[in-house]
Structures are given as structure tokens and as C-alpha cells.
């Protein structure tokens, strides 16, 4: 009975302690993060960081690890690891859930550009402002990167590297944020326009509603596809009821 969490993201550290507050006699989880993030916020149990090997190489350590079920709980713009999950799961025929937080809606007042990709954003940015208050993360600033008379405030977890936009400031921080110190953070730096991925979740939206109340445009990039016929659930809990019944668990209490 071991289970593994393609993992990183907060709903999967909320999974690993729903699993590990009640240990089940046989039951294994390990915790698999990418390795992105120079200090990442461990969740509890086992945890390996770094590639498989593409799909051949998750395929195999599942088959290896004799893992009874795999859950994909990476970001929702990790596109190439949800799809290799799949392949390997119907390869190595494991049980595959997805576990994906689920988008933002825009409600009345919000001012939303979408934009299919990076490149697409910064193409609409010098219509809509001057001070960008940029949120997409350190993977990615290429695309921002041409020449312009644009300035950046760039917020991420860990310092960007080359290309990046020649006219930036770098902010290091973490979520989840609140309101007030996003009111503050876009009253301060003069803030214009903000860009953002439809990452959904709790912890980065209060930029939006911050946004909203400043009349501000944000310009949304949407999230890009996901392997079709794996079963989607939104919420932690859903996925311990998932591997509960899969692996004839019973139920998880819920971690407080």
C-alpha cells in the first residue's frame, strides 16, 4: 500500500498531513517535490526531490516501488509532469488522481485580460500601463525581457536568473498574502497593471481583490491543458476519500 504525491503545491503538504494523522498499518506515502525551490516547505513523510526520467522513468519507479496509487498535486502550469503522470500510470496500470486546486472566476468589478500565454501577456502590457507588478514567478521573465519603457516589480520565491526585464525590482516572498499588504504593496510602487497565472487557490488571490478595488487591469494567463480522462478532484480531503477507498483504507480523519 504505498502511495505517491506529485507534490509542491499547498494542497499537497494539506493531503500528506491528512494521511499522516491517522498512519494505517502497511500504508507508505512518499512525497515527490521538483526541486524548484531552494528551501520548499517540506510536508510530513517521505520525501525525494528531482525528476523521474519522463514518463518511462515515473513508470518505472512506480512499478519498482509497487505503488498502489499516484496522485498529481503539482501546480496547475506544471504541465509536462501531469502529463507524464498519465502516461506512466496507464503504463505501469496505477490508480491516477488529480488533485487541482480550481481556477479563479472573475466577479463584478474585476478588469480581466486573459492571454493564452507569457509571450501573449507581455504583448498586451504597453496598452494597458507602465508599472507592472509581475507575479507569474522566476521561471518564464524572458518573455518580458525585449526592451521597453516598462518597469517591473517582480515577486518570487527565489531570485530570478537571465533574461529578465532590464528595468526591475526583485521582491522575495512567500504566500499566502493578505489584502492589506497587497493594498499597500500596489499603493507603494505605484502599481498600473498586475500579471498573473490562473494558479486558483486561497494564498495568492487577495492580489486580485486588491486589484479590484484599485480598478486596476490584470492580465490573466490561462492555464494550459490537462491530460483528458484522469479523475479531477479540488480539494485534499476528496483525495484521502479517494485513496481510502482505493486502497481499502476506510476514511481519514481530517488534520487539524
Known amino acids: 500500500m504505498h502511495v505517491l504525491i506529485l507534490g509542491g503545491t499547498t494542497e499537497a503538504r494539506r493531503l500528506a498531513e491528512i494521511l499522516a494523522a491517522e498512519p494505517r498499518p502497511g500504508l507508505s506515502v512518499m512525497n515527490s517535490l521538483a526541486g524548484r525551490v531552494a528551501a520548499p516547505r517540506l510536508p510530513p513523510g517521505e520525501v525525494r526531490v528531482g525528476g523521474f526520467g519522463g514518463a518511462e522513468g515515473l513508470a518505472r519507479w512506480l512499478c519498482e516501488h509497487e505503488v498502489g496509487a499516484l496522485i498529481d498535486a503539482t501546480h496547475p502550469f506544471a504541465g509536462t509532469i501531469s502529463f507524464n503522470a498519465a502516461r506512466a500510470a496507464a503504463t505501469a496500470h496505477v490508480p491516477l488522481l488529480a488533485l487541482r486546486r480550481p481556477g479563479w472566476v472573475p466577479v463584478e468589478g474585476d478588469v480581466w485580460h486573459e492571454a493564452g500565454s507569457l509571450e501573449e501577456a507581455a504583448g498586451l502590457l504597453p496598452s494597458l500601463g507602465r508599472r507592472i507588478f509581475l507575479t507569474t514567478g522566476r521561471m ?64 495568492t488571490a487577495p ?41 481499502h483504507l476506510g476514511t481519514f480523519p481530517d488534520a487539524g
Not at 518570487?156 to 522575495?172: C, F, I, K
Open 140 to 203: 518564464g521573465l524572458a518573455a518580458f525581457a525585449a526592451p521597453s519603457d516598462l518597469w517591473f516589480l517582480v515577486r518570487s520565491v527565489d531570485a530570478p536568473e537571465a533574461p529578465a526585464p532590464a528595468r526591475m525590482e526583485v521582491l522575495l516572498d512567500r504566500g499566502p498574502f493578505t489584502l492589506h499588504g497587497e493594498r499597500e504593496l500596489l499603493r507603494r510602487h505605484r502599481i498600473d497593471v498586475v500579471v498573473t497565472k490562473d494558479s486558483g487557490g486561497a494564498a
Open 207 to 247: 492580489k486580485l481583490a486588491a486589484a479590484r478595488e484599485a480598478g486596476l487591469p490584470v492580465v490573466v494567463v490561462r492555464r494550459p491543458p490537462a491530460p483528458t480522462g484522469v479523475p479531477v478532484v479540488g480539494e485534499p480531503e476528496a483525495a484521502a476519500d479517494w485513496i481510502g477507498e482505493r486502497l
